[in-house]
T-cell receptor, first 112, second 116 residues
Framework: QKEVEQNSGPLSVPEGAIASLNCTYSDRGSQSFFWYRQYSGKSPELIMSIYSNGDKEDGRFTAQLNKASQYVSLLIRDSQPSDSATYLCAVNMGGGADGLTFGKGTHLIIQP | GAVVSQHPSWVICKSGTSVKIECRSLDFQATTMFWYRQFPKQSLMLMATSNEGSKATYEQGVEKDKFLINHASLTLSTLTVTSAHPEDSSFYIC????????????FGEGSRLTVL
């Protein structure tokens, strides 16, 4: 069973602080990793993608990947109330036309 | 970026009726589209992979005769929920890969189905 694990939360972070979201995956051969943000009642929107070990930064967001540990994380700096949402970790565990496997998501709350 | 449009955004139907949901790629051609279902406070579960010009590939546990998928063109895939029942009430979301083939998926707006 190919799985993507996330802590469901809620994770509560003060405004302006760093929010740290974590994800582990079961398929060691996975190559593509994504973080999506989903507001209640809406469809997911892509925040970050990462394909190689290390850090990738985009504005206030930093994705970190460690394939040896099968671990991917998302850091949000200077958290804003508008960042409050559910963050879904997604992994491409197959080749070709396979869809993504999603974690259950972490509910993030930024406290003003 | 790649834009995926889904219609209708919400639908209410009576038990036993069928409902069709459309998914269109607006600015690119999508040979493959994916249909997901999401129940409240749950993650997205892949239902099926829709391939243009061929039969869809269904995930284990998804009834192909109940969830009919048609991908007749490079820009349109449809999901028909046949003989809908209250337990089929859910948020259905389609997605497609972009043309750069980086593995990321672009999602439609989603369709919320309520079966009475």
């Amino acid at each position: 069973q190919k799985e993507v694990e996330q802590n469901s939360g809620p994770l509560s972070v003060p405004e302006g602080a760093i929010a740290s979201l974590n994800c582990t995956y079961s398929d060691r051969g996975s190559q593509s990793f994504f973080w999506y943000r989903q507001y209640s009642g809406k469809s997911p929107e892509l925040i970050m993608s990462i394909y190689s070990n290390g850090d990738k930064e985009d504005g206030r967001f930093t994705a970190q990947l460690n394939k040896a540990s099968q671990y991917v994380s998302l850091l949000i700096r200077d958290s804003q109330p508008s960042d409050s949402a559910t963050y879904l970790c997604a992994v491409n565990m197959g080749g070709g036309a396979d869809g993504l496997t999603f974690g259950k998501g972490t509910h993030l709350i930024i406290q003003p | 970026g790649a834009v995926v449009s889904q219609h209708p955004s919400w639908v209410i139907c009576k038990s036993g009726t069928s409902v069709k949901i459309e998914c269109r790629s607006l600015d690119f051609q999508a040979t493959t589209m994916f249909w997901y279902r999401q129940f409240p406070k749950q993650s997205l579960m892949l239902m099926a992979t829709s391939n243009e010009g061929s039969k869809a590939t269904y995930e284990q546990g998804v009834e192909k005769d109940k969830f009919l998928i048609n991908h007749a063109s490079l820009t349109l895939s449809t999901l028909t929920v046949t003989s809908a029942h209250p337990e089929d009430s859910s948020f259905y979301i389609c997605s497609a890969k972009g043309q750069l083939n980086t593995g990321e998926l672009f999602f439609g707006e989603g369709s919320r189905l309520t079966v009475l």
